[in-house]
């Protein structure tokens, strides 16, 4: 943004701000109508002191005239894959489907993911995604075989690390089949409750489908656990395992929070079909996330043929049943997508374009900011008394905003601006010394 001078105390007087009126706790103590507010923020001590539209403040009030420039909350990121990160260049993908990217990482992981190496990985995109805004972060771990005792270590020394700079969270990942092994399931679950985690799943239409979701769901009660699973991420519309987690949480009147992710095919099934999954989701009250960009690069690849359709999932009708909805940056430069840098603003310009969540804006800013964050205990509204975690930006509108990558944001937690240097990828060559590069 405009070269500007932020005190470094976490004290200062923000004038001629523009904030979206969807991020704010209390909107009806302003103007309705605009999609975008021009307020004063005051922040004292690491926190908002008060919020007054800009018009009641006299021009030579003092503070730091941001023109209008926006803030935005700080991002929250609720499904990526910390611990694949970052492996693209020794193990790319040969043609970019889904399949060849599940045996490539197969691969991968089996010959290089030692506890060091899973640690730099994550902690280079740890580092990135708090340069771009982010403040809160689940990632999916790999959790079958031997990964798991690698894996959850790093993660769990990780979270203590990078505790009041970005809150980690981690979701066991595991194929619906490999709970039909009740050692494992059992095991896993146990594993996840004592690194306060969440149950994971990868769920698809197998013959005992059900009985293997109430497993899972029984696991979950049992110690405690919220689940979070990946769900029909295919073109094919027969995949609609999304309907019997409804059914499932419904049964058992399940009582933790539940998110699904991808739920690709749901958007290639007929009408009526789609409607009744979207309207048992919302009555199970669970939480919707997309990918957009990951989704939009693996679905409908084939070598040779343009693809026909986008990959994401019925978005507006699932916000119009009043499910909550978010998008998520899923995978950054690994197999299943090649490229990314964890900034979740790409993440929503990307979802605006591709799912088109604009005319009008609406809420949809919220699908990256602060229903992600709920659904990980955070509340992060624009209010009097909350912390200072604001991203600031140049741009004026949300035609601003989307028409650039804002490389040039600033980004205040507890009021004070950090750093914003982005690790150089040459951190990591000592970890693909000898791979052939792509």
Do not use: C, Q, W
């Given at each position: 943004?405009?070269?500007?001078?932020?005190?470094?105390?976490?004290?200062?007087?923000?004038?001629?701000?523009?904030?979206?009126?969807?991020?704010?706790?209390?909107?009806?103590?302003?103007?309705?109508?605009?999609?975008?507010?021009r307020l004063d923020i005051a922040i004292e001590q690491g926190r908002i002191a008060y919020l007054l539209p800009a018009a009641y403040r006299a021009p030579a009030a003092g503070g730091i005239d941001l023109d209008g420039g926006m803030a935005w909350p700080c991002f929250a990121d609720i499904h990526t894959h910390l611990d694949k990160g970052h492996i693209w260049p020794r193990t790319a993908n040969p043609d970019g489907a889904r399949l060849s990217a599940l045996g490539a990482v197969a691969r991968d992981r089996e010959a290089f993911w030692s506890?060091?190496?899973?640690?730099?990985?994550?902690?280079?995109?740890?580092?990135c995604a708090r340069a771009h805004g982010a403040m809160a972060i689940r990632t999916h771990l790999d959790s079958q075989g031997k990964q798991a005792e690698i894996t959850w270590p790093v993660f769990r020394a990780m979270r203590d690390a990078w505790a009041g700079r970005i809150a980690l969270e981690a979701v066991s990942l595991?194929?619906?089949?490999?709970?039909?092994?009740?050692?494992?399931a059992t095991s896993l679950a146990r594993m996840v409750a004592d690194s306060r985690g969440i149950l994971?799943?990868?769920?698809y239409l197998v013959p005992d489908l059900d009985p293997l979701l109430d497993r899972v769901f029984g696991l979950a009660e049992a110690n405690d656990l919220d689940l979070d699973f990946h769900v029909d991420e295919t073109n094919d519309f027969a995949a609609?395992?999304?309907g019997h987690i409804a059914a499932t949480a419904l049964r058992r009147r399940f009582r933790g929070r539940i998110v699904v992710g991808h739920c690709c095919s749901l958007a290639l099934q007929p009408e009526d079909e789609a409607a009744r999954t979207i309207d048992a989701v919302g009555e199970a009250g669970i939480a919707v996330v997309s990918l957009p960009m990951c989704n939009l690069y693996l679905q409908d690849r084939a070598p040779g043929?343009?693809?026909?359709w986008r990959g994401v999932t019925l978005l507006h009708e699932f916000a119009a049943r009043g499910v909550p909805v978010m998008v998520a940056s899923d995978n950054c430069r690994d197999p299943f997508y090649a490229y990314g840098d964890h900034d979740p603003l790409e993440v929503y310009r990307e979802a605006t374009r591709i799912a088109h969540l604009d005319h009008p804006v609406g809420d949809w800013p919220r699908a990256i900011t602060l229903t992600p964050a709920r659904m990980m205990g955070i509340d992060v509204p624009l209010a009097e008394g909350a912390p200072a975690d604001l991203?600031?930006?140049?741009?004026?509108?949300?035609?601003?905003?989307l028409s650039r990558p804002q490389t040039d944001r600033a980004v205040l937690r507890g009021g004070v601006p950090i750093d914003r240097t982005l690790p150089d990828y040459r951190e990591?060559?000592?970890l693909f010394e000898g791979a052939p590069r792509p």
């Open positions: 943004m405009r070269p500007i001078d932020l005190p470094k105390t976490g004290t200062m007087l923000l004038r001629n701000v523009g904030v979206p009126a969807t991020f704010l706790a209390r909107p009806e103590r302003f103007p309705h109508g605009e999609e975008v507010l506890a060091e190496d899973v640690a730099r990985r994550m902690e280079f995109g740890l580092r595991a194929t619906i089949e490999s709970y039909r092994d009740g050692n494992f994971g799943a990868v769920t609609a395992s999304l043929r343009t693809p026909r991203v600031l930006f140049a741009a004026r509108s949300f035609n601003e905003l990591l060559d000592a």
